[in-house]
Structures are given as structure tokens and as C-alpha cells.
């Protein structure tokens, strides 16, 4: 997070695109939440407009303004409270567009604020650069993880698709229990 990795040319590119310079508490802190803003109001738009979204083959509806902020707040307060059932209540559009997304974003947001913390702890007179900091933990960090998961989940068979509701065969064929 200090810089000291030496990025391949093409994308230290980007980092230096993004880099304005050193930030200190206050425009950390304000540039945090603006892309919080941006954030929220793109999810709840995306959320919104789920039933006149593309790849929405089963017709899912609009949810309840209320749910749809629920879901949109907990993304941005980095708390992911999940008032729904993915794939009961949203399409393939929001699932894509909205809560994959933010599985990335929110955790990155509460990484760079705890960045920023361990930075003021060290007495530094800057914190660093919040989009620089969020494109470090998204490209260094985040992606190859969830690359190095996707290759082990495409080697272990895991199914990825984009029909809505797959029938499975097991291996061990299902038994009727009764409940206790």
C-alpha cells in the first residue's frame, strides 16, 4: 500500500492516472465517501430498475424501496446485511451489475480506511491517495485472489451460467427426513 511494489509498466499506467497526490485526513475522508455517493446512488438505480433490466429471463420485480435501501446502505456501511435471497429476489442484472461489484467495493472502502488509520497511528503527515489506495487493493490485491478462486472453482467443476435455475444431479440421491 506504500508504493514500494513495482507494478508492470502498463499498469503503473493507470496509478499514475490516478494519483492527484498526497491527501490529508479531511480529503481522504471526503473522497471516501463521494465515491461512497456514487456508489449508492449507482446501486439503487441498478436495484430500481431490475424489471426493465436485461437478463431477467424469469420476470423478478421491483423490490420494496425500503429492502432496496437496506441492501444498498449495507454494501456502503461495509456490513453486507442481506434482508433477500440473491437469486429468490434479484436478476441476473442486479446479481451482476450490483452485488458482485460490491462485494469488491465495500471490502476495499473498509481496507483503505483501515490503510488510512494505520497511517495517521505511524504519525504521517499525509494518508496517502484514497483512489490510488482503492486501485491498489482492487487490481494488487483482490483480483488475483479472485482469479486464483475462479480457476480453482472452474477445476473442481463448479457450474457457471447464465440460465436462472439449473436441476443437479448428486452423487448420493436425496433422502426425505422428518423434521425434529
Request: net charge positive; glycine share 6%.
Amino acid at each position: 500500500m506504500d508504493g514500494r511494489y513495482k507494478a508492470p509498466r502498463w499498469l503503473a499506467w493507470f496509478e499514475v492516472r490516478l494519483n492527484t497526490g498526497e491527501q490529508n485526513w479531511k480529503q481522504y475522508t471526503v473522497s471516501l465517501l463521494v465515491f461512497n455517493i456514487i456508489l449508492f446512488i449507482f446501486g439503487f438505480i441498478v436495484l430500481y430498475l431490475q424489471p426493465v433490466a436485461p437478463l431477467n429471463p424469469l420476470g423478478r420485480g421491483i423490490l420494496a424501496p425500503s429492502t432496496i435501501f437496506n441492501t444498498v446502505i449495507s454494501f456502503m456501511t461495509n456490513t453486507n446485511l442481506q434482508h433477500y435471497s440473491g437469486d429468490q429476489h434479484f436478476s441476473n442484472f442486479s446479481q451482476i451489475f450490483f452485488i458482485l461489484p460490491n462485494m469488491f467495493l465495500s471490502a476495499s472502502v473498509g481496507f483503505c480506511a483501515l490503510t488510512a488509520i494505520i497511517r495517521v497511528f505511524r504519525g504521517a503527515a499525509t494518508v496517502g491517495n484514497y483512489f490510488v489506495d482503492m486501485w491498489r487493493v482492487l487490481v494488487y490485491i483482490y483480483l488475483p485472489a479472485a482469479l486464483i478462486s475462479g480457476v480453482i472453482f472452474m477445476h473442481e467443476g463448479m457450474p457457471m451460467t447464465y440460465a436462472t435455475q439449473q436441476t443437479v444431479t448428486t452423487l448420493e440421491a436425496g433422502r426425505a427426513r422428518p423434521m425434529r
